[in-house]
T-cell receptor
Framework: GIQVEQSPPDLILQEGANSTLRCNFS?????LQWFHQNPWGQLINLFY???GTKQNGRLSATTVATERYSLLYISSSQTTDSGVYFC???????????FGEGTQLTVNP | KAGVTQTPRYLIKTRGQQVTLSCSPI?????VSWYQQTPGQGLQFLFE???????NKGNFPGRFSGRQFSNSRSEMNVSTLELGDSALYLC???????????FGSGTRLTVV
């Protein structure tokens, strides 16, 4: 099956700093999503981005499907950005997501 | 528009018992899928249902089963619970291919 690798596994920032999270995947995909898992366990959808670039406030994401990677940018980080960020892809065969191991982000005040 | 609703939020069961978890998808979403999250294995796909038919199944033992009703609500059942089944179980719904998935808040199952 498809492999999804996220880096870095852990990231510690000071409030106000910028960061880039990376997701590499091993095969063509129909769908790529970035999620933030809140302290209660819910996966909050940040971006649905199988290709191209999107922005939502301080967050933006870029997926280069031909090179099989995606980047999540967080600018001017806040303590509320802390948590685990997951990249998940849906293979072309469809109907299931494969998740990466996640990036644990800690933003200190 | 209401989100994906999972019940119950928390559950404690004894080894050997069985458990049923429920998921109500976003209105109009016909695809419901289930995932298990554990510290050791991360997020793993269990199965996916579309219009009451299981379309895809992950690599889990037969003790894990599910079904979907005509109103798209789904249940998953785990029989003969083992300690290793302790996990966060997440349900997701989707309008279909190319629409992305929306997750519920999860059911945290503890097996003692």
């Amino acid at each position: 099956g498809i492999q999804v690798e996220q880096s870095p596994p852990d990231l510690i920032l000071q409030e106000g700093a910028n960061s880039t999270l990376r997701c590499n995947f091993s095969d063509s995909v129909n769908n790529l999503q970035w999620f933030h898992q809140n302290p209660w366990g819910q996966l909050i959808n940040l971006f649905y981005i199988p290709s191209g670039t999107k922005q939502n406030g301080r967050l933006s994401a870029t997926t280069v499907a031909t090179e099989r990677y995606s980047l999540l940018y967080i600018s001017s980080s806040q303590t509320t950005d802390s948590g685990v960020y997951f990249c998940a892809v849906e293979e072309t065969s469809g109907s299931r997501l494969t998740f990466g191991e996640g990036t644990q982000l800690t933003v200190n005040p | 528009k209401a989100g994906v609703t999972q019940t119950p939020r928390y559950l404690i069961k004894t080894r050997g018992q069985q458990v049923t978890l429920s998921c109500s998808p976003i209105s109009g979403h016909r695809s419901v899928s289930w995932y298990q999250q554990t510290p050791g294995q991360g997020l793993q796909f269990l199965f996916e249902y579309f219009s009451e038919t299981q379309r895809n199944k992950g690599n889990f033992p037969g003790r894990f089963s599910g079904r979907q009703f005509s109103n798209s609500r789904s249940e998953m059942n785990v029989s003969t619970l083992e300690l290793g089944d302790s996990a966060l179980y997440l349900c997701a719904s989707s309008q279909g291919q190319f629409w992305g998935y929306t997750f519920g808040s999860g059911t945290r199952l503890t097996v003692v």
